[in-house]
């Protein structure tokens, strides 16, 4: 079954404790993304990959790092969380770079006490 | 800044009528624009994609794109309790690698049967 993966699919942590949620695809897809979702603000797009150590930001990088070392897999890391990446966040994955298939994982809620 | 405005809603239909989505982007070069599902607590899915003027139908969905004027739409023919969701309109810029994907912040849709 072709499917995004992501773990863990809930996390309360606390200010300041290194997090990683991670991302796995099974459809061989290039490009890959991560998005947060808010109350009020929708869906933002935080960084995405578009092959194998290649990654670039989007449009709130700040706080976020990635990597993506293997097709597959694109992490997300927190290293210092705050407050405000309080969040759902979803990873996505598409064949190519126009979105006309792109897929989500089923989301992880983030709270940073 | 590139906008996607949607009405939150929630847009009250009885079960069995036409819902109509609309949203409104602020971007003349876009080129490719996407509707998506999103049922509380899950991931987005994606349902609609149109690239050129006038209508794309598939099954009970209806996308109405209309470029002059910015706006596209989503029409959902003899709703059902089913289609109750958020519908989140989205918005691609010129077809080239890393631009990125605006969202809207949804349209609340309820179908009372």
């Known amino acids: 079954e072709a499917q995004v993966t992501q773990n863990p699919r809930y996390l309360i942590t606390v200010t300041g404790k290194k997090l990683t949620v991670t991302c796995s695809q099974n459809?061989?897809?290039?490009?890959m993304s991560w998005y947060r979702q808010d109350p009020g603000l929708g869906l933002r797009q935080i960084y995405y990959?578009?092959?194998?150590?290649?990654?670039d930001k989007g449009d709130v990088p700040e706080g976020y790092k990635v990597s993506r070392k293997e097709k597959r897999n694109f992490p997300l890391i927190l290293e210092s969380p705050s407050p405000n990446q309080t969040s759902l966040y979803f990873c996505?994955?598409?064949?190519?770079?126009?979105?006309?298939?792109?897929?989500f994982g089923p989301g992880t809620r983030l709270t940073v006490l | 800044q590139k906008e996607v405005e949607q009405n939150s809603g929630p847009l009250s239909v009885p079960e069995g009528a036409i819902a109509s989505l609309n949203c409104t982007y602020s971007?003349?070069?876009?080129?490719?624009f996407f509707w998506y599902r999103q049922y509380s607590g899950k991931s987005p899915e994606l349902i609609m994609s149109?690239?050129?003027?006038g209508d794309k139908e598939d099954g009970r969905f209806t996308a109405q794109l209309n470029k002059a004027s910015q706006y596209v739409s989503l029409l959902i023919r003899d709703s059902q309790p089913s289609d109750s969701a958020t519908y989140l309109c989205?918005?691609?810029?010129?077809?080239?690698?890393?631009?990125?994907?605006?969202f809207g912040k949804g349209t609340t849709l309820s179908v009372s049967s």
């Open positions: 996505a994955s598409r064949k190519g770079f126009t979105y006309n298939e792109q897929f």
């Open positions: 459809m061989n897809h290039e490009y």
């Open positions: 149109i690239y050129s003027n």
């Open positions: 989205a918005v691609k810029g010129p077809n080239q690698a890393g631009t990125a994907l605006i």
């Open positions: 990959s578009m092959n194998v150590e290649v990654t």
């Open positions: 971007d003349r070069g876009s080129q490719s």
